[in-house]
């Protein structure tokens, strides 16, 4: 839908608030997150205000507020230059707004109970950024309750592969296992509606079984997951099934095939994103690429832990020892530990441990 709707004349997306909103969502689906402001603005022009009046212009009535809150529903999936308050702030303004329309009430392409748990999911991946692990799971058990009761098989296995996430962080392995394998379990009852984010258990999947050394287990999850993640150019599972299937190779001696493997994916629809698969790259390709890496990428704010590079960030340290910087090593392990042991990252906070013990013996 959205190649297809590139090819129609500029002026028929500002005739149709609902064919905009329509490849608006399927852009933001497929990861073609920079062509998906123009349709929302054609949304606005259309209505000849900000989406933004929906949260504050009493006179507004109801079918218009509710069209131009599915406009914010969308811009909030979208990168945001606002600082994460103000994101938290926005999320929470556009479900009350929500939560003032009766669920029957139909914006442009959903009605308003099918946009209910897009929203509580955003609020999970707020909380999860903010490294608010309760919360977040709180939020994403949330959204799958309310993701069953509107068939939404996409935000379901969505939020199962969040939630699973949430404890694999905090070490439990065996609850993340069952709760990936749930998710699939439900996918294969779904059949012929089946979601390629189930590619997000495949990819936690293939991580737990490699860290159970199930490399036959791993191996084969990682690869299902690559066919499903491909479907929509989805990046949140490109990365971490890249990094595992360069992994194996790694363990299997072949080196040049895990950089091939690396060094396929660049440019993602959200700069940064890729941090894991570039650092890791650098390492492989030994000491004259980490020293040229460090020198060019690295910055204080990159240093400094947050729940989304932290593993990197180990990462980096490796980097670090491997080019000569011990001392700047030790401190940056002890800098995720800190992190980690105050947000309960118990994962993260073992391979910190592990790490600072191994380069802390080194002469």
Not at 138 to 152: A, C, G, P
Not at 287 to 309: C, F, G, K, R, V
Request: include cysteine; hydrophobic fraction near 45%; charged fraction near 15%.
């Amino acid at each position: 839908l959205f190649e297809m709707a590139s090819l129609l004349p500029p002026d028929l997306r500002k005739k149709s608030p609902r064919l905009a909103i329509s490849v608006a969502w399927a852009g933001l689906a497929s990861n073609h997150h920079g062509e998906v402001p123009a349709w929302l603005s054609a949304i606005e022009a259309y209505y000849g205000m900000p989406a933004e009046n929906a949260l504050s212009d009493q006179t507004l009535d109801q079918s218009k507020r509710a069209a131009l809150l599915e406009v914010l529903v969308i811009r909030l999936q979208l990168p945001s230059p606002s600082s994460i308050a103000e994101q938290g702030k926005r999320i929470l303004a556009v479900r009350e707004g929500l939560n003032s329309l009766p669920p029957e009430q139909i914006c442009l392409f959903n009605p308003v109970g099918n946009l209910k748990p897009v929203i509580e999911f955003n609020l999970g991946l707020h909380a999860e950024s903010t490294g608010d692990l309760a919360l977040a799971a709180q939020t994403f058990v949330e959204t799958l309750n309310l993701s069953r009761q509107t068939q939404n098989n996409n935000l379901f296995h969505l939020a199962a592969g969040h939630l699973a996430n949430l404890h694999f962080i905090q070490g439990q392995l065996h609850a993340a296992r069952q709760i990936h394998e749930q998710s699939l379990s439900e996918a294969e009852n779904i059949g012929a509606n089946i979601s390629p984010f189930i590619a997000i258990s495949h990819a936690g999947l293939g991580l737990i079984h490699y860290e159970w050394n199930n490399l036959v287990a791993a191996e084969s999850h990682l690869n299902e997951g690559l066919v499903q993640a491909r479907l929509w150019n989805q990046w949140e599972s490109l990365i971490p099934l890249a990094l595992g299937r360069a992994r194996m190779k790694v363990r299997a001696g072949q080196i040049q095939e895990a950089l091939q493997i690396l060094d396929e994916w660049q440019s993602p629809p959200v700069p940064g994103t890729d941090l894991p698969l570039r650092t890791y790259a650098a390492l492989l390709r030994g000491p004259d690429s980490a020293s040229a890496w460090l020198e060019t990428n690295l910055t204080e704010s990159i240093l400094q832990p947050n729940p989304a590079n932290e593993a990197s960030l180990l990462t980096i340290a490796r980097l670090m020892e491997t080019t000569g910087q011990k001392d700047e090593a030790l401190k940056l392990l002890q800098d995720i530990i800190a992190f980690a042991k105050n947000g309960d990252r118990v994962h993260t906070l073992l391979q910190a441990d592990v790490a600072l013990s191994l380069i802390a013996e080194q002469p």
